[in-house]
């Protein structure tokens, strides 16, 4: 099965706010509300963004907040920050009984 | 501490085999399901398997079905993933990663720092 799709990129400035999306079929996304956001430093352990298509886990800001459209879920960041800047990955539940991450997408912050 | 460790990686011929286990401390897991996760050089995550809490329900992705077992032993708090005949394309940084419930897609809230293993000739 292949990957969720993601941008590759996506750039804002400080203070801005930006949507990654994340597309997949009624398969997965569309179909199922266990869609996750996860933040990613290279090197590091994957953090937990966004849990259940719209949830923030205990301690994460609420700057981040997650949303979905049919076969698409998309993560926003608003007020965006330097330290937001990283590798952000979408993953959904699948009907086969598995799980599917997204390509990836890389957030610059200008 | 809270934390998920990781330990088994390394380098190993193609059609070898290779233990991974991931032990954790300070944090509780046995209500939990478990999952390992891999990223390949300059690639993306990819889940590889996950396993309820009492070992009931267990699924892999397509690339590993019938090469890698997941297992865990909840009196020692421990996951495992025994690879067989690994491929030059298993070569990842090999992620355990702590499910929000017990079983088993409800996001993973605690990960740990990974263990490497790369499949060379």
């Known amino acids: 099965q292949s990957a969720l799709t993601q941008p590759a990129s996506v750039s804002g400035s400080p203070g801005q706010s930006i949507t990654i999306s994340c597309t997949g079929s009624t398969s997965d996304v569309g179909g199922f509300i266990y869609v996750s956001w996860y933040q990613h430093f290279p090197g590091k352990a994957p953090k937990l963004m966004i849990h259940e298509v719209n949830n923030r886990p205990s301690g994460v800001s609420n700057r981040f907040s997650g949303s979905k459209s049919a076969n698409t879920a998309y993560l926003t960041i608003s007020a965006l920050q330097a330290e937001d800047e990283a590798d952000y990955y979408c993953?959904?539940?699948?009907?086969?009984?598995?799980?599917?991450f997204g390509g990836g997408t890389k957030l610059t912050v200008l | 501490q809270v934390q998920l460790v990781e330990s088994g990686g390394g380098v190993v011929q193609p059609g070898r085999s290779l233990r991974l286990s991931c032990v954790a401390s300070g944090l509780t897991v046995n209500t939990n399901a478990l999952h390992w996760v891999r990223q390949a050089p300059g690639k993306g995550l990819e889940w590889v398997a996950v396993?309820?809490?009492?070992?009931?329900?267990?699924y892999y992705a397509d690339s590993v079905r019938g090469r890698f077992t997941i297992s865990r032993d909840n009196s020692m708090t421990t996951l495992y993933l025994q690879m067989d005949s690994l491929r030059a394309e298993d070569t990842a940084v090999y992620y355990c990663?702590?499910?929000?419930?017990?079983?088993?897609?409800?996001?993973?809230?605690?990960w740990g720092q990974g263990t490497t293993v790369t499949v060379s000739s």
């Open positions: 990663a702590r499910d929000r419930r017990s079983c088993c897609y409800f996001g993973m809230d605690v």
């Open positions: 396993i309820s809490y009492d070992g009931s329900e267990i």
């Open positions: 993953s959904s539940y699948t009907s086969r009984n598995t799980l599917i």
